[in-house]
């Protein structure tokens, strides 16, 4: 976004490009279905818009994906269907399908090891899929062709002052040791679950404002659901929505949503997440998958942000973006779900033009 609008922009990577939270998602470019749920309707549409804009700029990376949600109760599939046709009308022009309820025989047709005991029928609706990595790196490649500088394994040591303000930073090339001062009109700390390390050599008593929540995923053989279609479990034991989606001819299934005192670089699933996951899948499958029959796990972490009641457990926490302009200057924008990735960053520049009085060529 920067350095379309003509901005001299550099970013620095501590690690691999898209190594943490931008490539461990569900690979799902959708509004948030569980969001609407909870009444946080501006961010479902705002994430139903982005959801629209990626199919349209990036369609070789992102498609339609139909999801069905089984029915067991005979009020389930018009409590979801109903919810579903109010998800379709608030993409309004964004609108990228047309949710149906669906019989008994439909979803059986879909899918073969679903669980048929008290199977009434569902719902189709549809989202998007998209490669995370891959999207993440081609913003990375588009951004070069706009002149922008990109460095991995680069890492921020501290922040250059000139009275009182952040005017560069101090960063370590992690390749070869050698200490870099770089200078800039304006930082923008958009490090995630680690937005609070960067605040704190603001500020040595800077208050973190970042609650971690790890979320992770199973790869399995796709013979455990072989379809075309995403299974969408509505409500898991504790309360979170749970998908199954065919990936590269293989299934992912997650996610968890587990509190994490501190962030890591390499977040590593716990065993009673992994156990989550295939517990529940049994209650839908009629072969379940097994600890045997993973064949890889992936583990990611959420930047929310801390809520007023700080009592929240991490799933009520909303995913909506935080942007903060500290006395200093420096910005920090964090938190946000992966489809609202352009407007956050729409937002930070657009301050980030204020705070530094940059030029900015259209």
Do not use: C
């Amino acid at each position: 976004d920067a350095s379309s609008r003509g901005l001299k922009t550099l970013l620095l990577e501590r690690s691999d490009f898209a190594n943490g939270t931008s490539s461990r998602s569900t690979k799902l470019a959708h509004g948030g279905v569980r969001y609407l749920a909870q009444g946080n309707i501006a961010l479902v549409k705002e994430a139903l818009k982005e959801r629209g804009l990626m199919l349209k700029n990036a369609p070789h990376l992102v498609h339609l994906l139909p999801f069905v949600i089984p029915s067991y109760k005979w009020w389930e599939k018009f409590y979801y269907g109903i919810g579903l046709k109010i998800y379709d009308w608030m993409a309004q022009h964004f609108r990228i399908g047309k949710t149906e309820l669906i019989n008994n025989k439909k979803v059986r047709s879909l899918f073969d090891n679903l669980n048929l005991k008290g199977l009434n029928g569902g719902v189709i609706y549809y989202d998007g899929q998209f490669d995370d990595a891959r999207l993440a790196l081609n913003i990375a490649q588009t951004s070069v062709e706009h002149d922008a500088v990109l460095l991995n394994y680069f890492e921020v040591s501290d922040l250059i002052k000139s009275d009182g303000k952040v005017v560069g930073v101090i960063a370590k090339d992690l390749e070869n040791n050698e200490i870099f001062e770089i200078n800039a009109n304006v930082v923008i700390n958009a490090t995630g679950v680690f937005a609070d390390s960067i605040l704190a050599l603001d500020h040595k008593t800077a208050k973190p404002i970042i609650k971690v929540s790890q979320g992770i995923h199973l790869v399995l053989r796709k013979e455990f659901l072989p379809s075309s279609d995403a299974l969408m479990i509505p409500k898991t034991s504790d309360g979170r929505v749970l998908f199954a989606v065919p990936w590269k001819d293989h299934l992912l299934v997650g996610t968890t949503d587990t509190p994490m005192k501190v962030p890591t670089t390499q977040p590593k699933a716990l065993e009673e997440e992994i156990q989550f996951i295939l517990k529940t899948l049994k209650n839908y499958l009629v072969v379940p998958p097994t600890i045997d029959d993973v064949l890889s796990v992936f583990a990611g972490l959420r930047p929310l942000v801390v809520p007023t009641d700080t009592d929240k457990g991490t799933k009520e926490i909303s995913r909506d973006h935080k942007l903060i302009i500290d006395k200093t200057n420096l910005i920090t924008i964090t938190g946000g779900k992966w489809t609202t990735y352009r407007k956050m960053a729409e937002d930070t520049v657009d301050e980030a033009i204020q705070v530094g009085n940059l030029p900015e060529i259209k």
